[in-house]
């Protein structure tokens, strides 16, 4: 109506300018003319004014209408038009809710979104029954933890089961549509479906293709033992490096081996090297209870032991990172290992050491290595759906209580068994996070005692710390089981005990290995830059230990003259240990993934440096 209306005031205006043209033309009163004109030049300028106003009032109205809670919602003009188009209403309404004021652009693509859901979409969101679905309290969740102990601590949950349906699944279903054309995208590009679900739970939904992209080369380098595990939600607190101090500190080592530190080095960003090939299965050199292959293993001279030496990382590190640490460490091939070998959760890891290979024996009892077996109590309401044996890597940190709300809520909406779906959906964030079946419909994250148990560590190893915290710490630390494997060998070497340099000492994982390996610590200088991993180390050493622990808190103060030091009051080390931060290596860290020349990741020259100095200190 409004652009007829246009159309005619345009058409009458028209006419009159070229009245006044005739008449110009038929040299009538010129001066009448001008005014005319002048008069017409006002009056097309308030029309187009006006014209504007009614547009954006008219466009208003037309997209939000004021309703009975004095909200803005869509207007049955908008509704209808998107019905025109071939979208079903309730989907348009849904659409437009979900959208808010993000523009039509984005509601378009909800539009289409939803359309591909289909049926789905209609029976999971209970728009099938015509209810308008109710809402859950949907608060920002700041504390991850904070909310869902206040519920614990209060004794029952404000929520009312009854009043809790279908909003929960509306948002968990939109955003796993949302991953599904993520999923479709990278499966038009040639990558299997699998190897794409992986790699979005691997990197986040928010994630871009090129980084998905990236992700799955990584993981096809691994080789298809990888299943994303999560490995790497480390994110250990280190400072810098002077990388200029260490270079000129190694002018005398590129000496000694004709020029060069222990191999020929490229850009310490890994780009000029090939990726080093991860194995599958990745079981290491040997694995407790199998037949030990024969492996052909010669240590260059100046890389044999004593002091023996062991280096810990991540093992999907960017491209080139781990043939560098390798040409640092004596060009050494590393051990990479999956503790799903050794426990009931994955953590894959490159191991760099001059340790024998002979006469391993592994920690006993030995401990579960399936869920079932290591939390018997969860058999109780483990779906026959949820098909893992075994959990991903433990993270630093746990799920929300919202999602852990959202999916109790899916499934007390879905058949039993849950629709495949639903069961895919609710499969992926489990995996993700860890998640155990504690009841019915429920699951929750391991509580940090069970993680203890899981790598290794006494119960309690961590109580006293924040729960945060306590998941902070255990996350970052060593897998005892299989660490203590490969240090076995030193048990018969050491009768008497041994002396420790412990770098990166986190909360002690090498510490607790040697002692669950029967192995005396005479003394052990630790060097742990966070204050709440000395505490837990500090307490669990003046518990079980008899000898000298002393802690640095900065590995960067630990100069060549203070390690003389060391050195000459107590007799040398045997053993120099360590795994330095993975933050800039780890595949989840998708903002500064950037090799051995990220902030935290470069400390491992740190490591190079000191091992260097006790090496050179103790062949005097």
């Known amino acids: 109506m409004l652009l007829r209306g246009i159309q005619t005031t345009c058409a009458k205006l028209a006419g009159v300018g070229v009245d006044i043209y005739?008449?110009?033309?038929?040299?009538?009163?010129?001066?009448?003319?001008?005014?005319?004109?002048?008069?017409?030049?006002?009056?097309?300028?308030?029309?187009?004014?006006?014209?504007?106003?009614?547009?954006?009032?008219?466009?208003?109205?037309?997209?939000k209408v004021a309703n009975g809670n004095g909200k803005a919602g869509p207007?049955?003009?908008?509704?209808?038009?998107?019905?025109?188009m071939g979208f079903a209403e309730e989907i348009v309404l849904k659409a437009m809710k979900d959208n808010g004021d993000d523009g039509v652009d984005s509601l378009v693509e909800l539009l289409l979104t939803y359309q591909?859901?289909?049926?789905?979409?209609?029976?999971?969101?209970?728009?099938?029954?015509?209810?308008v679905p109710q809402t859950v309290d949907d608060s920002d969740d700041d504390d991850i933890l904070g909310n869902w102990d206040d519920e614990d601590a209060g004794g029952r949950s404000t929520r009312v089961a009854n009043s809790v349906d279908d909003s929960g699944d509306e948002d968990f279903?939109?955003?796993?549509?949302?991953?599904?054309?993520?999923?479709?995208?990278?499966?038009?590009?040639?990558?299997?479906?699998?190897?794409?679900?992986?790699?979005?739970?691997?990197?986040?939904?928010?994630?871009?293709?090129?980084?998905l992209v990236d992700s799955i080369y990584a993981s096809q380098t691994a080789g298809d033992g990888y299943c994303g595990n999560l490995s790497d939600y480390e994110d250990n607190s280190y400072g810098g490096i002077n990388k200029g101090m260490f270079m000129d500190g190694n002018k005398k080592k590129r000496k000694r081996y004709g020029g060069q530190a222990q191999g020929s080095r490229g850009p310490l960003d890994g780009s000029a090297d090939e990726p080093m090939p991860l194995p599958n299965p990745m079981v290491g050199l040997s694995l407790p209870d199998q037949w030990p292959r024969p492996v052909n293993?010669?240590?260059?001279?100046?890389?044999?032991?004593?002091?023996?030496?062991?280096?810990?990382n991540v093992a999907l590190a960017p491209k080139g990172v781990w043939t560098i640490i390798s040409r640092?460490?004596?060009?050494?091939?590393?051990?990479?290992?999956?503790?799903?070998y050794f426990c009931a959760a994955a953590r894959k890891r490159g191991y760099i050491h001059n340790l024998p290979l002979e006469n391993r024996s592994p920690l006993l009892p030995k401990p579960p290595r399936t869920i079932s077996a290591a939390f018997p109590r969860t058999k109780r309401w483990w779906p026959s759906w949820d098909t893992r044996q075994q959990f991903n890597c433990l993270q630093t940190c746990v799920s929300s209580a919202k999602l852990l709300e959202k999916i109790r809520v899916t499934l007390t909406n879905s058949s039993d068994p849950p629709p495949p779906r639903v069961q895919k959906l609710v499969?992926?964030?489990?995996r993700k996070w860890n998640l155990a079946w504690v009841g019915l419909n429920k699951v929750?994250?391991?509580?940090?005692?069970?993680?203890?148990?899981?790598?290794?560590?006494p119960k309690d190893h961590t109580r006293g710390i924040s729960r945060t915290e306590r998941y902070r710490s255990l996350g970052n630390s060593f897998q005892v089981d299989t660490v203590a494997y490969h240090l076995s060998v030193l048990k018969d070497m050491y009768p008497q005990g041994m002396n420790v340099l412990s770098l990166f000492s986190g909360i002690g994982g090498a510490e607790v290995a040697l002692h669950r390996l029967g192995i005396h610590m005479k003394t052990v200088i630790s060097v742990e830059k966070s204050e709440v991993n000395r505490t837990i180390l500090r307490s669990w050493w003046d518990q079980t230990q008899t000898g000298t622990l002393i802690e640095i808190n900065d590995v960067q103060t630990l100069t060549s003259e203070r390690i003389e030091t060391y050195i000459r009051r107590i007799g040398g080390f045997d053993l120099v240990i360590g795994g330095s931060p993975c933050n800039n290596l780890a595949g989840s860290n998708r903002h500064h993934r950037n090799g051995l020349e990220g902030e935290h990741s470069s400390l491992f020259f740190q490591y190079v440096r000191i091992l260097e100095s006790v090496k050179s200190i103790q062949r005097l």
């Open 22 to 63: 005739g008449n110009l033309l038929q040299n009538q009163d010129h001066d009448q003319c001008i005014a005319d004109m002048n008069t017409l030049n006002v009056t097309v300028t308030l029309f187009l004014v006006a014209t504007i106003v009614m547009f954006l009032f008219d466009r208003g109205a037309d997209f």
């Open 75 to 84: 207007s049955a003009s908008l509704v209808q038009k998107y019905m025109d």
């Open 116 to 131: 591909e859901l289909g049926n789905d979409l209609k029976v999971d969101n209970g728009f099938a029954s015509g209810c």
């Open 173 to 211: 279903l939109h955003e796993m549509s949302h991953k599904d054309d993520k999923i479709d995208s990278l499966v038009k590009m040639g990558f299997p479906e699998d190897e794409a679900a992986l790699a979005i739970t691997r990197c986040g939904l928010d994630a871009s293709i090129s980084v």
């Open 297 to 312: 293993r010669d240590l260059p001279s100046q890389a044999m032991g004593p002091p023996y030496f062991y280096y810990e």
């Open 328 to 340: 640092f460490l004596y060009d050494i091939q590393p051990e990479f290992v999956d503790s799903k």
């Open 427 to 430: 499969l992926e964030e489990c």
């Open 444 to 457: 929750a994250p391991l509580e940090p005692d069970e993680m203890e148990f899981l790598l290794g560590f």
